[in-house]
């Protein structure tokens, strides 16, 4: 009698298990006021301390922020305290404008900058634009270049010459992707925003805080139809090595990134200014950096500022809970407390093997 009640119980318990619904909360204010920003927290739980990265990072993800030689010796000051041993400056430039920059950063600071150059737009349908596509970037290269970036195409080209846009998978760009392949330089890729970003920013979308940056409606092809165009590039051109940058603005489903990840063994990822979606799921993100730690590259997109440097420390680093994480969405988050041979991977292994790929 007590083992049949016994199972009985298991049995019951298993099916109540499966049945709990995903419900949200029952007692929202009436007036809406739900604003987690405003919110003081009362949980009283471990803080942990940081002041820099615990080995030497290479950010992989940084633009022009400053204007000035007094603001870029400023930068190496606060690199240098948080621990940043090196940069990369994805100018989107070509020619004299990204000449300008070297000398702005690495010719300043050799060794602390790494620049990454664009490509030209001009005359697209001509035909010559292809050969044009490689001397530029043959030319940059010389002049500086590590590799291509950030180039961008979220829906609405690559390439936009009035209405029409000529997005990532367009033939015209091939020669871009094979010179690069050639030259053994990365392409650091954004295609794409967020899949929300492309629905309508009503109160179902959970991104709709960010609705500046939303796509919906403004005759893009839709985000699935953005991840098929870049696969198409990735496919065609297995001989160059690309970075997707925002991990293919795929970060609320990490298990499709490990599937883009073992059909595309020439691309790798960063997770620059995505962190706080990570920090929803600690769990998954956790053993997703465990599983893929040769693959992830470290990246902020941000200003330069030291709590935005030392906010991916806690995240990365300790198992801190309940704190805001770097460009926090609605939510806060939870540290991952990486091992050492992962961080170390992360943080400064995985942009060096990727910059020794240059010949």
Known sequence: ????????????????????????????????????????????????AVARFRFPAIDVHSHDYVETPAAVAEWVKLQERVGVARTFVLTGETGGAFQALVAKYAGAYPGRFVMFSGFTTEGIDAPDYGERLRAGLRADVAAGAHGMGELSDKG??????????????????DPLWDEAGKLHVPVFVHVAEPAAFYEPPDEKNDLRRSANWSLYGKGTPGFQAMLEKFERVLSKHPGTQFVAVHSFNLTNDLGAIAALLRR???????????????????????????????????????????????????????????????????WRGYGLGLPDGVLKKVYRENALKLLARRR
Not at 7 to 26: F, I, M, W, Y
Not at 156 to 173: C, E, H, Q, T
């Open 1 to 48: 009698m007590r083992l049949v009640l016994l199972a009985a119980l298991v049995v019951a318990g298993s099916a109540r298990a499966q049945d709990v619904p995903d419900k949200p909360p029952e007692d929202v204010p009436a007036d809406n006021r739900f604003d987690p920003g405003r919110m003081q927290s009362s949980l009283v739980v471990p803080r942990t």
């Open 156 to 173: 609405l080209g690559l390439v936009r010459v009035g209405d029409k846009a000529y997005f990532i998978d367009d033939p015209r760009f």
């Open 264 to 330: 595309h063994p020439n691309v790798d990822v960063d997770f620059a200014a995505r962190m706080w979606e990570l920090a929803r799921q600690p769990f998954t993100a956790r053993k997703f950096f465990l599983e893929h730690a040769d693959r992830i590259l470290f990246g902020t997109d941000n200003d330069p500022a030291p709590a935005m440097y030392l906010a991916h420390v806690r995240q990365m680093e300790t198992q801190d809970e309940w704190f805001w994480p770097a460009d926090a969405e609605w």
